[in-house]
Nanobody, 126 residues
Framework: QVQLVESGGGLVQAGGSLRLSCAASGRTFTMYTWAWFRQAPGKEREFVAR??????????ADSVKGRFTISRDNAKDTVYVSLQMNSLKPGDTAVYYC?????????????????WGQGTQVTVSS
């Protein structure tokens, strides 16, 4: 089992920045991919960014490419997955979720991620 806890959401004006953090504990060594998804009101949850277990590979949704950066770090028994969000737009407003997949493939598919955090709200005002 893996437990994920997100933090860092909030309210920001368009053009501003936020940094989200996800603290993962438990059997983190069994996870192959870490990712961020988001869900806006009335919309389906969508992929934002992913990073491989060793940090060597990253991939972004076209809508955030060049503005968001995903990274990961280890500290003792905890894996930290961060999402630096710059040049934020009102369209980025959503609840952001950290997720982990044990499947040994690079994936953006929601169903491939078995572990999820509780989500953190990001609101971008115009």
């Amino acid at each position: 089992q893996v437990q994920l806890v997100e933090s860092g959401g909030g309210l920001v004006q368009a053009g501003g920045s936020l940094r989200l953090s996800c603290a993962a504990s438990g059997r983190t060594f069994t996870m192959y991919t870490w990712a961020w998804f988001r869900q806006a009101p009335g919309k389906e949850r969508e992929f934002v960014a992913r990073i491989s277990w060793n940090g060597a590979n990253t991939y972004y949704a076209d809508s955030v490419k060049g503005r968001f950066t995903i990274s990961r770090d280890n500290a003792k028994d905890t894996v930290y997955v961060s999402l630096q969000m710059n040049s934020l737009k009102p369209g980025d407003t959503a609840v952001y979720y950290c997720a982990a997949s044990a499947r040994s493939v690079r994936t953006q598919t929601l169903d491939d991620y078995a572990y999820w955090g509780q989500g953190t709200q990001v609101t971008v005002s115009s």
